[in-house]
């Protein structure tokens, strides 16, 4: 196998231009790093100057067919390439930019109000005290129809009752629960 310096580039880009692998992996090993320093020293940035390299060498690719060589070497040709597509690249990055403003995250309120978490957990102990006077069987009708999301009739199951009884039973637990959340508004 010749390399590129005992071929010269002309005939390389002839044999690439008509179909020839093997002539195009001895350009692209020839000038691949100084396409890659270019790349890097417009971008900053090793990742999208690799990015910036395949991409010139896939244009270049495509685009040999139609090259006449104006000289004896091809990197002026893949220079131009690579700084089209880097600046492609930069355009793209600031448009991104552009677009994208800081994200804000919705779910974290801007101000902590210490007024509202004095009255919430407030009323979160009184539900808990309330809670706490019900009997077991209320406690774990409620843990499995309000907190699991048990259906009556799985409920009753589990528990041994009947239906009518988790039925009646919740509904009554409910009732208590929202008095309790009237009271402390």
């Not at 009884?165 to 508004?185: D, P």
Request: proline fraction near 3%; glycine fraction near 4%; charge should be negative.
């Amino acid at each position: 196998m010749t390399d590129a310096v005992t071929t010269g580039d002309a005939e390389l880009v002839a044999r690439a231009a008509g179909g020839s692998e093997q002539a195009f992996r001895m350009l692209y090993r020839a000038y691949v790093r100084p396409v890659y320093w270019i790349a890097h020293r417009l971008l900053g940035d090793s990742s999208d100057a690799e990015d910036v390299v395949q991409e010139t060498f896939v244009v270049a690719w495509r685009k040999l067919p139609e090259l006449d060589l104006a000289s004896e070497s091809l990197l002026p040709w893949l220079a131009t390439i690579c700084r089209f597509q880097s600046a492609n690249r930069m355009r793209a990055q600031r448009k991104d930019r552009d677009h994208t403003g800081p994200v804000v995250d919705e779910t974290i309120p801007a101000m902590v109000d210490v007024e509202q978490q004095v009255i919430d957990q407030e009323y979160l102990r009184l539900i808990a005290a309330e809670i706490a006077t019900l009997s077991d069987t209320d406690r774990e009708i409620l843990r499995l129809c309000a907190a699991e999301g048990y259906a009556y009739s799985a409920a009753a199951e589990q528990l041994g009752i009947p239906h009518g009884s988790v039925r009646n039973r919740l509904s009554r637990i409910r009732t208590r629960l929202r008095t309790v959340a009237k009271e402390s508004t």
